[in-house]
């Protein structure tokens, strides 16, 4: 199984809403990562997990709560968002950090109204 | 930020023929990785080269590296219209660093 599995696919939520984008893998890779990527952008990298701890978090603000409770799963749990929050949000994964290639899902499109 | 810049940002040709892209990055690196992504959806590994390989090949592609330059050229052969999508380098910013940063990225359109 060389997958990364992102839900949901899509999601409209209220600003006021309290929702959560899931990531999962079993490829018994150790590093796991959340980017947005807005249209016509590069991803820009979030946060990422080493080994089930927070390794990185860029400076994003505390509407974006991440949360790994095991080495398969990943989650993004969203609070408050605004509407310049819409965008591609792709969960990666690698076997270890800053050495190997990554694998991505094919992401969670959001959309805050 | 942004490690790496790719060259051109987009490109269009006809299909059968050659396209290159190109890609500068301002750190040293333990490698560069290069990523295709179709429309709106996610990213796909295409290839990896070391710091220590100056070229590789898979399939079509050929990859150059040259880290005296701090620049990596990706060259996709006999395109097809299945190769239409954006092409990004990424490379991880500095030793030991976990930030696997991307450049901006460039747009293919391969016309049938």
């Known amino acids: 199984d060389t997958e990364v599995t992102q839900t949901p696919k899509h999601l409209v939520m209220g600003m006021t809403n309290k929702k959560s984008l899931k990531c999962e893998q079993h490829?018994?890779?150790?590093?796991m990562y959340w980017y947005k990527q807005k249209a016509k952008k590069p991803p820009e990298l979030m946060f990422v997990?080493?080994?089930?701890?927070?390794?990185i978090n860029e400076s994003v603000p505390s509407r974006f709560s991440p949360e790994c409770p095991n080495s398969s799963l990943l989650n993004l749990h969203l609070h408050a968002l605004q509407p310049e929050d819409s965008a591609l949000y792709l969960c990666?994964?690698?076997?270890?950090?800053?050495?190997?290639?990554?694998?991505f899902g094919q992401g969670t499109r959001l959309t805050v109204v | 930020s942004q490690q790496g810049e790719e060259d051109p940002q987009a490109l269009s040709i006809q299909e059968g023929e050659n396209a290159t892209m190109n890609c500068s990055y301002k750190?040293?690196?333990?490698?560069l990785q290069w990523y295709r992504q179709n429309s709106g959806r996610g990213l796909v590994h295409l290839i990896l080269?070391?710091?220590?390989?100056r070229e590789k090949h898979s399939g079509r592609l050929r990859v150059t590296l040259d880290t005296s330059k701090k620049s990596s050229s990706l060259l996709i052969t006999a395109s097809r219209a299945a190769d239409t999508a954006s092409y990004f380098c990424?490379?991880?910013?500095?030793?030991?660093?976990?930030?696997?940063?991307f450049g901006k990225g460039t747009k293919l359109s391969v016309i049938p």
């Open positions: 990424a490379s991880y910013s500095g030793a030991g660093s976990y930030q696997l940063t």
């Open positions: 080269i070391r710091s220590n390989e």
């Open positions: 997990y080493s080994y089930e701890k927070l390794s």
């Open positions: 750190t040293s690196i333990n490698n």
């Open positions: 990666a994964s690698t076997l270890r950090v800053a050495i190997t290639e990554a694998f």
């Open positions: 490829m018994g890779h150790r590093a």
